[in-house]
């Protein structure tokens, strides 16, 4: 079983940035491929952007269309903790952040069905 907390959700204007972070349970945690999702309200819960493993020390990133080239997904393994780094965030970036763990496939999936843990979410509001 793995457990997920997350950290760093408030309110920002537009323009400025905020720092997520998720610390997991779990000795195997360089293994896993790391998620950020987010809901708005009245919406459905959509896919911004995945870590995973592709070497020994290697890892590889996807983003969404619209965060990629402001937001940037980092880990450190030695904190078993994933950040999501938001920068230039815009009134359209207002949702509850979660973070994810695959544990299985491993392959920083767009698919939410492939994450086999959740965090329990953060809010970032971003004001006009």
């Known amino acids: 079983q793995v457990q997920l907390v997350e950290s760093g959700g408030g309110l920002v204007q537009a323009g400025g940035s905020l720092r997520l972070s998720c610390v997991a349970s779990g000795r195997t945690f360089s293994s896993y491929a790391m998620g950020w999702f987010r809901q708005a309200p009245g919406k459905e819960r959509e896919f911004v952007g995945a870590?995973?493993?592709?070497?020994?020390?290697?890892?590889?990133?996807n983003y969404a269309d619209s965060v990629k080239g402001r937001f940037t997904i980092s880990r450190d393994n030695a904190k078993n903790t994933v950040y999501l780094q938001m920068n230039s965030l815009e009134p359209e970036d207002t949702a509850v952040y979660f973070c994810?763990?695959?544990?299985?496939?491993?392959?920083?999936?767009?698919?939410?069905?492939?994450?086999?843990?959740w965090g329990q979410g953060t809010q970032v509001t971003v004001s006009s």
């Open positions: 994810a763990a695959d544990t299985r496939w491993r392959s920083s999936s767009r698919d939410e069905k492939e994450y086999d843990y």
């Open positions: 870590i995973a493993r592709s070497g020994y020390s290697t890892y590889y990133t």
